[in-house]
């Protein structure tokens, strides 16, 4: 498959445990972050998304934790599972701007041992 | 409802050469983005059109353009092709007029010789 990036940061857990992938944002404006997951040959696949009005957001599995005091995101994902293992990336896009536009960070290499 | 489909899925051209891509959203999304993903730069945002209009562009040079027809499929060209334009383009479409969460497509994988 394609390789998306070849000198990413990595995050290497075992099948089971709980995974914490870091993402810091750069625009004070950005108001509304998504989390993607890329897997190899594929498009980013949408996670899980948070607005700045909130600072925790829960899905299925995972969790995404915005800290706007430092521009910080978090994605937690519970029971890890190999078919979490993808690249994964932070977006973030200023809600009042009119368009669609995302920025994106450089992405973090999970990979799931069994 | 089918997904974002992007043509050709591969490509490879030679320096100098143009190139034009194609992308069709989601039914009834009216706004698509390009992006362009490498190795050494990542997810980079190229352009976004809404209801036939551009309305907002990232830093790329001249050559690289784009338009939107009516049934809201867009298509991307790159002219006077570079080495460094090799990547993967990406489309994505957004039911919400601005600020909203983008469908990605599986990307057109360009190789440029």
């Known amino acids: 498959g394609e390789s998306v990036g070849l000198h990413l940061p990595t995050l290497s857990v075992q099948e089971g445990d709980n995974s914490i992938i870091n993402c810091a944002y750069s625009n004070s404006a950005s108001d509304y972050f998504i989390w993607y997951k890329q897997e190899s040959g594929k498009g980013p696949q949408f996670i899980i998304d948070?607005?700045?009005?909130?600072d925790k957001r829960q899905g299925q599995r995972v969790t995404v934790l915005l800290n706007k005091t430092v521009k910080h995101l978090s994605l937690q994902i519970a029971a890890t599972q190999p078919g979490d293992s993808a690249v994964y990336f932070c977006?973030?896009?200023?809600?009042?701007?009119?368009?669609?536009?995302?920025?994106f960070g450089a992405g973090t290499r999970l990979a799931v041992h069994p | 409802k089918a997904g974002v489909t992007q043509t050709p899925r591969y490509l490879i051209k030679t320096r100098g050469q143009q190139v034009t891509l194609s992308c069709s959203p989601i039914s009834g999304h009216r706004s698509v983005s390009w992006y362009q993903q490498t190795p050494g730069q990542g997810l980079q945002f190229l352009f976004e059109y809404f209801s036939e209009t551009q309305r907002n562009k990232g830093n790329f040079p001249g050559r690289f353009s784009g338009r939107q027809f009516s049934n809201s499929r867009s298509e991307m060209n790159v002219s006077t092709l570079e080495l460094g334009d090799s990547a993967l383009y990406l489309c994505?479409?957004?039911?919400?007029?601005?600020?909203?969460?983008?469908?990605f497509g599986p990307g057109t994988r360009l190789t440029v010789l």
């Open positions: 994505a479409s957004s039911l919400e007029s601005n600020g909203g969460w983008e469908f």
């Open positions: 948070i607005r700045s009005n909130m």
């Open positions: 977006a973030e896009t200023p809600i009042s701007g009119g368009y669609n536009k995302l920025i």
